[in-house]
């Protein structure tokens, strides 16, 4: 099994439509973050979260909010989704110390029509 | 800001040609660098590290070598395989001013493509 379990995998939903995007991991990692990958600009940081009561913006959240339901469980949600918004999106883990790699789900491709 | 800037691809190479992906970076203090790679439909896997100037990172014959006179973090390999077709993404670890909290500022990718 995958440490890092994004669902869904893949998503095509409507302009306006309101998407959830769920993470969950079996690393018993503290720090939890999305991402969102478009061609050209790399990844972009939305949110993240060092523990189920820490939550931050990172540097695009605008259009977007997060859950930390368990220390296991990151979702993300698209309230009113829109056109430009169409792109991959990754969860990644990390433990809570300085200089630590993070591990990545496999991402969900989301199009928004 | 920090920032990661990485040669433009795709990188076209021949089965056990040699191998380099620039990239060089722009930060204050001193982050840690990381090489991350990720095959097709597949998240971002950490390829190696290193955490201070003159470090040399390595793993699955690639490596980098963390050089802070030029501010460069440059993948190599001696001889590459089909099977690391791919897309290669640098980082560097990036703490901003008072929040505590060490995040990665990544490269835009570099698509590397080895044919038999």
């Known amino acids: 099994d995958a440490d890092v379990t994004q669902t869904p995998r893949n998503r095509i939903t409507k302009t306006g439509k309101r998407i959830m995007l769920e993470c969950s991991q079996t690393k018993g990692h503290d720090r939890m973050y999305w991402y969102r990958q478009d061609p050209g600009l790399g990844l972009r940081l939305i949110y993240y979260?060092?523990?189920?009561?820490?939550?931050n913006k990172g540097e695009i959240s605008d259009g977007y909010s997060v859950s930390r339901q368990a220390q296991a469980k990151f979702s993300l949600s698209l309230e009113s989704a829109i056109p430009n918004q169409t792109a991959l999106y990754f969860c990644a883990t990390s433990r809570g110390r300085d200089n630590q790699p993070q591990h990545f789900g496999d991402g969900t491709r989301l199009s928004i029509l | 800001g920090n920032s990661v800037t990485q040669m433009e691809g795709p990188v076209t190479l021949s089965e056990e040609a040699f191998l380099t992906i620039n990239c060089t970076y722009t930060?204050?203090?001193?982050?840690?660098l990381f090489w991350y790679v990720q095959y097709p439909g597949e998240g971002l896997q950490l390829l190696l590290k290193?955490?201070?100037?003159?470090d040399k990172g390595s793993n699955k014959g690639f490596e980098a070598t963390y050089r802070k006179e030029t501010t460069s973090f440059h993948l190599e390999k001696g001889s590459v395989q089909v099977s690391d077709s791919a897309v290669y993404f640098c980082a560097l670890s990036d703490t901003p001013q008072n929040t505590g909290f060490q995040k990665l500022v990544f490269g835009t990718g570099t698509r590397l493509l080895v044919s038999p």
């Open positions: 930060a204050t203090g001193y982050p840690s």
């Open positions: 290193a955490t201070k100037a003159d």
């Open positions: 979260s060092f523990d189920v009561k820490d939550i």
